[in-house]
């Protein structure tokens, strides 16, 4: 391994007590075994620090969360029933960490001023130009083996332009994040979910603990966010997310100077994903069928499953009016 990140890396997965193989060439030849199941376990516990090529380090606009998508891995070792890498990542489910960090954090200057998320909005425009770091997975789920995440803080607390590197999480140890010299300059979003529906995210930290972990980095003195995803219009909705606001509210309404906002995102799925999670969780019993659901067809001409018109209509007026009152201090960016 020649990238003293990476080397990092796999010392530390070696002082954990990680099995560690090393490969001749980058091709991976995992030998999964033939059965499915097995197969999934052996992806999901399986770690490769790899070199991101020039073509992976090319940024891609991400709307709306971001101007632009900042990968550090790609794979999540977590175990949720609707998880978005199903239909964006190929393959078996390993998670692929970035060695060459520092080759990636030094291309982006190239796409400062650009992107049309902080150019087009005035709400948003005062955050410079806007890099998502977990489009392709949950960067503080690998934090204890990679410090990825505190080194690109680290860049760009340092990184003296209006810029802001984002990420939103299902985890909660932020305790390597806390004395980082951020200068304000990344917000981090917890990702968050209902009680009732733990049982799709298998692998994660409890919701109440994340919402614990946000109010210490607030309390550093970031810029934090909620993004409550994927909404799930399952029975009981209405009293389980707004047992989850009030929670949210409670936990953050005394923070000194807080800077909150909120992203909404309903659950949908493509005939794609829907297959792969069906087989990697064939008892999950969140609903995928075509109740509710209607057809949309995105700009690149694929189609997914989103809720219809009036169970969204039901959802976006309970969710605005539920802020209003528990988290009036939010910022609300977006509903999707
Ligand atoms: Fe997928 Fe996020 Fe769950 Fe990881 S935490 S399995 S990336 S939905």
Redesign the pocket.
Known sequence: MTFAHGRAMVERAAGLGVEIVELASDRLNLGLPDDPRRAYTAAKSTLAVVVAPPSKRKLQPIAPSADWRVDLAEG?????S????AGSLKGPPITRVYANLDEILDGLPAYLGQGTITSRSRDRAQEGTTFEASCY??PL?LEPITGSLSHMIDWFGRWDVPAQLRFTT?FADVAPLLDIDHQRRTRMRA?INPRLFARF?G??APVADRLAALRRMALAGYPVGLTIAPIIAAPGWRDAYGELLADAGAMLADVPGLDLTIELITHRFTSGSKAVLDSWYPGSTLDMGEANRTTKRTKFGTEKQVYDAETMRELRRFFEERLASTLPFARILYWT
Request: hydrophobic share 20%.
């Open positions: 999540c070792p977590a175990h949720c609707y998880c978005y890498l997975t949950d789920a299902k990702s995210e692998g994660t």
